[in-house]
C-alpha cells in the first residue's frame, strides 16, 4: 500500500444514514487537539452510499467536476445562476451571557462590573462545571434593540466597504446566533403592528429595522442572516412555566426598491432544538445561600429573566406554533424556510442553527425528501419573486450556519461537489481552521474550529469507494468594527470581557455550477 493510501485509511471515516438522530454533546463541548493538515479525505466504502452517489451523479454533471465519465449526454436544463461566486462576510461578536467573574490586570478573579447589580444573573452548565453568567442588554426593549440595529448597521457598512464589488458575486454577510435576546434572555411578543409604534414590540421593532437597511440597490447582490431573535410568549394561564419560546433567523435578500418589491426577499428560519447552552438557569432556580456567597452582593428583589427551558427537559422549541403566524406572516412578505432548505437566484442553499446543524436537519429534511418520493417543496426567490420547487438531488452549492457554540460538523454536510459552508459563531473568535483528533474521546476524527468558517468539500469516486474532501478557505482578513473605543461603543449591549466585534472576510470562491443530465 503506498504512503497515500496509508493517508487515506488512516484519516478514513464511513459516513452514514442514521435512522435516529446524534445525541447532543455535553455543554460547550470538548477540548480539542492532535492538528493535523488542512485537507482531509473521508471514504465511504461499498454498499448503499456508493451506488446511490453513483445514481445521483450519472443524473447530474459539476463543471470541472468529478470525471469526464460523468460528463456525457449533457441537455441545455441548467441551474445557473447570475452569480459565479459567493464571498462569505462574517461578524464575529460576542453573544454570549457575560461572564460573573473576569481576570483583572493583575490576574486575580474578580467580579465582572458589567454584571453587578443585575437581576439577569443565571448559571450556564459548561463543560467542565457550571459558570454564573448574566445576560446583557437595556431594561427598555426599546432602547435594547435600537442600540442593537445600530451596531448591526455598522458592520454591515463595514462589510460593504471590505466586500468584492463584482455583480456577479453573490455576498454571504451572517451574524451569530443570541444577537437579539435582551436582558432578559428573550424579548417577549407583544401585539406586533409594523408600522404602528404604539403597538410595534421589539421583535417588530427589530424586523423593520433590518428590511429598511436591505432595501437599498448597493445591496442587490447580497443575502443576509441577521444573526438570531430569542423571542418568548406568555400563555393566558397562571402557570410560570406556560411560556412558548422560539429561536430564528431573519433572512434577507437585498434589493433595489425601484425596481422590485419585498416579495420573496424576506424569510424567516426557526431553530428547532434547544441547546442547554441556549439559556441560563435564572438564579430564583437555584440555591440561594450558595448564589448570594459566590456573587456576595445584594440583587435586585425582582428577577424578569426567562426560565431554562431545558431544566424542563424541553428540547426542541415551540417549532409548530409557527403555523399559527403564517398568514400573518405571509402579509407581512415573510416566507418560513421550513426545512432548511431553499433555492436563492438559482443557488440551491441550507440554513441551519447551532444545535439543528450537529442534528443534521438539512441532512434529514434531504434524505427523507429522497425516500418519499421528492414530494417536499422549498421557496425559490429570484427577481421574478418567489415560487416553490423541489428540495434539488444534487445537494447545496452553498450552506450557512448562525451559531454560539458550534463548528463545522463533516458528518452534517449536505454540499455538492465543491460546495462551500460558512458557519458564524457567537463564542469565539478563533482562526479557522481544520484538524484530526486523535486524543480526546468526546470529539474524535475530523474536527473543524473558529469563530468564523468556511469550509468546501469535494468529492472523489472510483469503481469502489467514495471519498470526499474537505479544504478550509484559508484566504481571509480579519478587520475591526471599531476603533479602540469599542467598548464604548457596544458596552451594555453586548459584553466587552472577551474579545472585540470583528468583521471576517474570505475571498471569493467559485460557485459549482450544476448542469443537469436529460
Request: charged share 25%.
Amino acid at each position: 500500500m503506498s504512503g497515500n493510501d496509508i493517508a487515506t485509511e488512516l484519516t478514513s471515516l464511513v459516513e452514514r444514514g442514521d435512522a435516529h438522530p446524534p445525541q447532543e454533546q455535553g455543554g460547550a463541548g470538548c477540548l480539542k487537539a492532535g492538528r493535523t493538515r488542512n485537507s482531509i479525505f473521508l471514504t465511504v466504502f461499498v454498499g448503499i452510499a456508493v451506488p446511490f452517489f453513483f445514481f445521483i451523479l450519472g443524473r447530474v454533471s459539476v463543471v470541472g467536476g468529478l470525471s469526464s465519465s460523468l460528463r456525457h449526454n449533457v441537455s441545455s436544463s441548467s441551474t445557473r445562476s447570475k452569480y459565479r461566486r459567493v464571498q462569505g462576510l462574517g461578524f464575529q461578536i460576542y453573544t454570549g451571557g457575560a461572564p460573573a467573574y473576569i481576570n483583572n490586570d493583575t490576574k486575580h478573579h474578580v467580579p465582572n462590573p458589567e454584571c453587578i447589580g443585575r437581576f439577569s444573573y443565571g448559571q450556564l452548565v459548561g463543560e467542565d462545571h457550571p459558570h454564573l453568567q448574566c445576560y446583557i442588554g437595556h431594561e427598555n426593549a426599546t432602547v435594547d434593540v435600537a442600540r442593537r440595529i445600530e451596531i448591526m448597521t455598522d458592520a454591515i457598512e463595514r462589510a460593504h466597504d471590505l466586500a468584492d464589488g463584482d455583480e456577479e458575486t453573490l455576498k454571504v454577510f451572517i451574524a451569530p446566533e443570541f444577537y437579539w435576546r435582551g436582558v432578559n434572555g428573550a424579548y417577549l411578543f407583544l401585539d406586533e403592528a409594523p408600522g404602528d409604534p404604539e403597538t410595534c414590540g421589539p421583535v417588530c421593532q427589530l424586523l423593520v429595522g433590518m428590511e429598511n437597511i436591505v432595501a437599498q440597490k448597493r445591496f442587490e447582490n447580497w443575502l443576509f442572516v441577521m444573526g438570531t431573535v430569542i423571542a418568548s410568549e406568555e400563555l393566558p394561564k397562571a402557570d410560570p412555566f406556560d411560556y412558548l419560546f422560539y429561536n430564528f433567523a431573519p433572512l434577507y435578500k437585498g434589493y433595489d426598491p425601484a425596481k422590485h418589491d419585498f416579495r420573496g426577499k424576506r424569510f424567516l428560519v426557526p431553530k428547532r432544538y434547544v441547546s442547554s447552552s441556549d439559556f441560563l438557569t435564572p438564579r430564583r432556580h437555584l440555591d440561594s445561600s450558595i448564589f448570594k456567597e459566590l456573587v456576595g452582593e445584594e440583587l435586585p428583589e425582582h428577577d424578569k429573566t426567562v426560565y431554562n427551558p431545558h431544566d424542563f427537559d424541553r428540547r426542541r422549541y415551540d417549532y409548530r406554533a409557527w403555523d399559527e403566524y403564517k398568514e400573518e406572516l405571509d402579509a407581512l412578505g415573510y416566507t418560513m424556510i421550513e426545512y432548511d432548505w431553499l433555492m436563492m437566484d438559482g443557488l440551491s442553499m441550507t440554513v441551519e442553527i447551532c444545535l439543528d446543524h450537529q442534528m443534521r436537519t438539512a441532512q434529514s429534511a434531504y434524505n427523507g425528501d429522497m425516500v418519499a418520493g421528492r414530494t417536499t417543496l422549498i421557496p425559490s426567490s429570484s427577481d421574478d419573486g418567489l415560487d416553490y420547487v423541489q428540495i434539488p438531488f444534487y445537494q447545496a452549492q452553498v450552506s450557512l450556519v448562525s451559531s454560539a457554540g458550534m463548528t463545522v460538523m463533516s458528518e452534517s454536510l449536505v454540499l455538492t461537489h465543491k460546495g462551500t459552508i460558512f458557519l458564524q459563531d457567537g463564542l469565539s473568535n478563533d482562526t479557522n481552521v481544520m484538524y484530526w483528533n486523535t486524543e480526546d474521546e468526546c470529539e474524535s476524527g475530523l474536527q473543524f474550529d473558529g469563530g468564523t468558517e468556511a469550509v468546501q468539500r469535494t468529492a472523489f469516486l472510483s469503481v469502489t469507494e467514495v471519498l470526499f474532501e474537505h479544504h478550509t478557505i484559508d484566504d481571509f482578513g480579519k478587520y475591526d468594527l471599531y476603533g479602540s473605543d469599542w467598548k464604548e461603543r457596544i458596552n451594555e449591549t453586548f459584553s466587552t470581557a472577551l474579545y472585540p466585534p470583528q468583521i471576517t472576510v474570505f475571498g471569493a470562491v467559485d460557485i459549482p455550477d450544476i448542469i443537469l443530465d436529460g
